[in-house]
T-cell receptor, first 112, second 115 residues
Framework: GDQVEQSPSALSLHEGTDSALRCNFT?????VQWFRQNSRGSLISLFY????TKENGRLKSAFDSKERRYSTLHIRDAQLEDSGTYFC?????????????FGTGTLLSVKP | DPKIIQKPKYLVAVTGSEKILICEQY?????MYWYRQSAKKPLEFMFS???????DNQTASSRFQPQSSKKNHLDLQITALKPDDSATYFC??????????????FGEGTRLSVL
């Protein structure tokens, strides 16, 4: 079936550094959503993209508009509160409705 | 104020028992969903409903039965509970199904432990 491959699985950053997470899709996807799951297990929606890029503060996400087979999440000037598990989730569309296929997550740890 | 309410937040059950997980949304959305997150696994889609009708079912076991008594409710009944059912169950909703609809919003989840 349709799959979402997320990398890296774990990432350790020092405060103030930049990095990027990536999700590859085995098929063309209609949209992508990025989440952060905090230590209490709550899912916080960061971005929803049907195409192009979106930016919010130190976070920026892009969805390949041409082939629609990958998305990235850039973290600039990482802060301690950015720690958590990040998930991408893609929507295949068509007969799939709004069913989201989640990646395996990136465990981000930001250290002083 | 939370717009998607899941109850209870935590639930402990014994093997073989039956539980109902509650989900209510106050967003006026027409589509609702259930996802499951088992330990160390990504979230997995279970069901989707649109206008109180089942649209998609990716759950192999009939022990999991969604129940929609009202348009803004989608409860999940789980019978004959097994330890493998232990997981966090997330409810979500969206304006509708199909292209051009907004992203689904997720509730806080119900963490189920089956002993």
């Amino acid at each position: 079936g349709d799959q979402v491959e997320q990398s890296p699985s774990a990432l350790s950053l020092h405060e103030g550094t930049d990095s990027a997470l990536r999700c590859n899709f085995t098929t063309t996807m209609r949209s992508v959503q990025w989440f952060r799951q905090n230590s209490r297990g709550s899912l916080i929606s960061l971005f929803y993209l049907a195409s192009g890029t979106k930016e919010n503060g130190r976070l920026k996400s892009a969805f390949d508009s041409k082939e629609r087979r990958y998305s990235t999440l850039h973290i600039r000037d990482a802060q301690l509160e950015d720690s958590g598990t990040y998930f991408c989730a893609a929507e295949a569309g068509g007969g799939s409705g709004n069913k989201l296929i989640f990646g395996t997550g990136t465990l981000l740890s930001v250290k002083p | 104020d939370p717009k998607i309410i899941q109850k209870p937040k935590y639930l402990v059950a014994v093997t073989g028992s039956e539980k109902i997980l509650i989900c209510e949304q106050y967003l006026g959305h027409n589509a609702m969903y259930w996802y499951r997150q088992s330990a160390k696994k990504p979230l997995e889609f279970m069901f989707s409903y649109s206008y109180q009708k089942l649209m998609d079912n990716q759950t192999a076991s009939s022990r999991f039965q969604p129940q929609s008594s009202k348009k803004n409710h989608l409860d999940l009944q789980i019978t004959a509970l097994k330890p493998d059912d232990s997981a966090t169950y997330f409810c979500a909703s969206s304006q509708g199904q199909g292209a051009g609809n907004q992203a689904p919003l997720f509730g806080e989840g119900t963490r189920l432990s089956v002993l």
